[in-house]
Structures are given as structure tokens and as C-alpha cells.
């Protein structure tokens, strides 16, 4: 385990959780933040350091969630609803542990968005290789969410006076509906979503400011964001972002439910540069996690992310200062 003091990226390899464990076949990419830096030491020519992450507190969990749909977790049928399962999709057969283990996975990478959000905010920039479980209401699970690591870790620097205003930037395929719902009475936290206006969820919440862009509009997806985000800080400044920067938008996703967007991977690269750059040349503290994703190519996008991030905080490439 390579980790140090002196880096703003956070990961664990305890992130690539063994979902036949636990009885489950999902095409998740939960290696994304493995080869994320197996690439950047790559261009590099030595391993990147990082720092791991302490799992969660329920106290912190409590910030956010019911204490009804704490205890509920304790109960299969709990977690069959969040990943939308019914009991026979189960894998019994190969499965050495119980589902409702798998709280202990939620926790590490939700401890790791927090992790990262103090570090922008003593660093400037920062980024967790996994979490963005954006879809999990205060009262439920919801889209495989269980917990809301990005509001969990707003509510926490909150609660520390580490930051007062905060922006959520996402821009993952799906709405982010659970942390639009968390903080829709919450003047102090703005919520961002550009996402697939015909993609799920079926039933979109109302955010501070929504771009739905249709599969026709594609096109216009660099633009809209830009435009949209130009609006979201024209009407609000922030102490810190929450850059929610799923790839599930990339061409290469294999989730059928991603067909309507499908962009490239040059777009979502200018996407995600425009976005770190933004913020950076404003001094305003940003905290990346990775969201959604789905199958072997998806990591790409978040190279080019992290990478981004790496150069904007002072890391040098083939040479080039940055």
C-alpha cells in the first residue's frame, strides 16, 4: 500500500469490494481507482502516493440518514431494494458473507469523500477514487446508494464551521436526485445536475439548477454545461465544490440504460477540465469523487480527471511544468 501525508488523492484497494461475496453480479467498475493510478504512475515513472481513508462514523452517518433506515439496513430486503434485486437474484451458491455486510464497504468509501473534502479545504484540490453514492435519500437507499457520502461529508464540515456554502457540481449520466432532496431546503448548499433528461431516474427531484439533456441535444453538452455552470456561480459563491464527475456518460459505458447520452472521450475530457479548471482559477477549494460508471474502459475518464487535478495542484507531466 503505497500512502503519505503529502498527496490530495484518497483510495484504498479495499475500494475493489468482491461483489460474488456478497452474492452479486453487477457490472460495476470498482477497480476505476486502481487503474487510474497504475496509468498516472505510468506517466510518471513511480507510484503515486495516496492517503487511505477511516470508515465512517454512524454518528456522521446519522447527519444524514433516518435512524429508521439505519436500522432497516440490518434486513436483507433492505438492500435487495436498494440495488433493485429481487431475493433469487441472489448468487447464494458462491456468496462467503451476508449483504447486509456490505455497510462496511459503504462506509470506507463514503470516509473517503470526507477525507477528501478536508483535504481541498486545507489544499485547494483533492480527489477520491470511488464514492459518489449521490442517488441514497435521507430515508432510503435508492439507484445501489446506500448511504449519501457526498451530503454526509458536507453536513460533517459543516457541523466543524469548515466550510459554510457549499456547491455540489454533478455531472454523472443520472440525476443527482438524493442530495437534490437532502438539501432542497438548504440555502447554504446549491445542488448542480446536468444529466440525461430520458435516462433513470424516471422520477427526477428538483435541484438548484437542473440541465436535463435530451439524446437530440447531445450535441450541445459541452455547452450547456459551461452555460449552466457560469449560471449556478453567478447566483452563488462557494467555500467548497463537490465535483461529482461520473463517466457513465462515455461512449464506452455498457449499462443499456446510458444509451441516450454515449458521448466521447474527448468531450467528457474538456468537460472535466472545464469544470477543475473553473473552480482552481477561482481559488475555490474542490473535492472530486468518481460516481457512476459501468464496465472495463469507463476508468479513462476519470484518468484524465485526476490527472487534471494533479497538474492544477502543481504535479508535473512528460516534463512539462505545470
Known amino acids: 500500500m503505497e500512502s503519505s501525508s503529502n498527496t490530495n488523492l484518497v483510495f484504498s484497494p479495499a475500494y475493489n469490494t468482491d461483489l460474488p461475496a456478497y452474492g452479486l453480479d453487477k457490472p460495476f467498475a470498482l477497480d476505476r481507482g486502481q487503474l487510474v493510478l497504475a496509468k498516472l504512475g505510468q506517466d510518471l515513472g513511480r507510484k503515486l502516493h495516496y492517503l487511505t481513508p477511516e470508515p465512517l462514523t454512524m454518528g456522521q452517518v446519522r447527519t444524514v440518514h433516518s435512524e429508521k433506515y439505519l436500522q432497516s439496513l440490518g434486513d436483507v430486503a433492505t438492500w435487495l431494494a436498494v440495488f433493485e434485486l429481487k431475493e433469487n437474484d441472489l448468487k447464494k451458491a458462491g456468496a462467503t458473507k451476508p449483504i447486509t455486510q456490505m455497510i462496511d464497504d459503504f462506509l470506507l468509501k463514503a470516509g473517503g469523500t470526507l477525507l477528501a473534502a478536508r483535504l481541498a479545504v486545507k489544499h485547494g484540490l483533492a480527489a477520491n477514487l470511488g464514492g459518489g453514492y449521490h442517488h441514497a435519500f435521507p430515508d432510503r437507499g435508492h439507484g445501489f446508494c446506500v448511504i449519501n457520502d457526498i451530503a454526509i461529508a458536507i453536513r460533517c464540515l459543516r457541523q466543524e464551521n469548515l466550510v459554510g456554502k457549499v456547491m455540489i457540481v454533478d455531472v454523472d449520466f443520472h440525476q443527482g436526485d438524493g442530495t437534490a432532496v437532502t438539501f432542497a431546503d438548504d440555502a447554504e448548499v446549491f445542488t448542480l445536475s446536468v444529466h440525461s433528461q430520458e435516462g ?123
Open 200 to 322: 433513470w431516474p424516471d422520477e427526477k427531484q428538483k435541484s438548484s439548477l437542473d440541465v436535463g439533456i435530451l439524446e437530440s441535444e447531445k450535441d450541445q453538452y459541452l455547452s450547456r454545461t459551461r452555460a449552466a455552470l457560469k449560471q449556478a456561480l453567478g447566483a452563488f459563491t462557494p467555500d467548497l465544490v463537490i465535483f461529482v464527475a461520473g463517466s457513465d456518460a462515455y461512449e464506452k459505458d455498457i449499462l443499456p440504460g446510458t444509451r441516450y447520452l454515449r458521448l466521447p472521450l474527448a468531450v467528457l475530457k474538456e468537460r472535466d477540465e472545464f469544470i477543475i479548471d473553473t473552480f482552481a482559477d477561482r481559488k475555490i477549494p474542490l473535492a472530486m469523487v468518481f460516481a457512476g460508471g459501468y464496465g472495463p474502459d469507463v476508468w479513462e475518464v476519470h484518468y484524465n480527471a485526476v490527472k487534471q487535478l494533479l497538474v492544477r495542484s502543481g504535479i508535473t507531466f512528460d516534463g512539462v511544468p505545470a
